[in-house]
């Protein structure tokens, strides 16, 4: 005889549903057969795109999370974050601009004036699903340390959930993205990558798509 396997009661977008436990929402949703949400990508924590509100049972906390991160629970609720796109962020760096470079942090400012508006509420860095303190980047940025609040994000998967937490709208992710762009344009590129590069531009290797 085999046993049969466990099964969890979530709810999850409203609907009430039955799942296999021991497995990530995004998995116990795809075993269930329900078609409530198709459009993860990495199922690693990686691409940011299964942002997740959460609330266990008997906990009145509501979580941001990655639904591939996150086990499912009895009694759990979970709700898919589906928020507007980002409006584009136009700037244009150059390798004359540097992090420290004054023209670079005017760039910044005009590219994000909401920056200063920081109310300090920490709503950010709670609802980050990565445990970046996305409150002291911002700090970072605002007061031009780009290099060291472009580190800070490193492991940002862009998700979004920060921009979605900010009651200024500030889009956290994006200004720590400029940080990032203006620190890495003055580096040289990885030897690996420029060969690759230079390679392309002759026409010697090819991308099928």
Sequence with gaps: ???????????????????????????ALWEAKEPLYQEASCLEGVCGACRIMVRYANDPEVRMALACQTNVEAEMEVLFSQ???????????????????????????????QLDHCRHCHGCTIACPKGIDVEEGMRLANNGELTAAGELFITCVMCDLCVSSCPEAIAPSYVALFARRATAINRPLPTNLAQRLEALQRGELTIEY
Excluded at 1 to 27: C, D, F, W, Y
């Design 1 to 27: 005889m085999t046993t049969a396997e466990q099964h969890v009661n979530v709810t999850i977008n409203g609907k009430r549903l039955s799942v296999p436990a021991e497995r990530s929402v995004i998995l």
């Design 83 to 113: 928020f507007p796109d980002q409006p584009p962020h136009h700037y244009q760096l150059t390798q004359q601009a540097s992090s420290d470079n004054e023209t670079t942090l005017t760039q910044l400012n005009e590219t994000f004036p």
